[in-house]
């Protein structure tokens, strides 16, 4: 059974950075993507970035040049460094990993992120 944990939310004040991380524990393919989703009061859950193991990278646009995702697949971990923060990136963020081989995903219990104008 895969279990993801994210770590790294928090209260900042606009203009500050945060840096959120994922562990995944379990097994699963190598064949995979990572990826964090942000999930606002109101809103619909939206993807906000995602890695491939070959290190392709998605963005959310209204996130592009402000938040950078890694992956450290020695530790199965993902990163989303948050720098430039603005209070519309104030959300539930959650982390995914997608299986590519079982077609399956795995999901996160979220970790809070409040940005402060």
């Known amino acids: 059974q895969v279990q993801l944990v994210e770590s790294g939310g928090g209260l900042v004040q606009a203009g500050g950075s945060l840096r959120l991380s994922c562990a995944a524990s379990?097994?699963?393919?190598?064949?995979?993507?990572m990826a964090w989703y942000r999930q606002a009061p109101g809103e619909q859950r939206e993807l906000v970035a995602s890695i491939d193991t070959d290190l392709s990278t998605i963005y959310l646009d209204s996130v592009k040049g402000r938040f950078t995702i890694s992956r450290d697949n020695a530790k199965n971990t993902v990163y989303l460094q948050m720098n430039s923060l603005k209070p519309e990136d104030t959300a539930v963020y959650y982390c995914?990993?997608?299986?590519?081989?079982?077609?399956?995903?795995?999901w996160g219990q979220g970790t809070q992120v409040t940005v402060s104008s």
């Open positions: 995914k990993v997608s299986d590519f081989i079982l077609s399956r995903q795995y």
């Open positions: 379990g097994s699963f393919s190598s064949h995979n993507a």
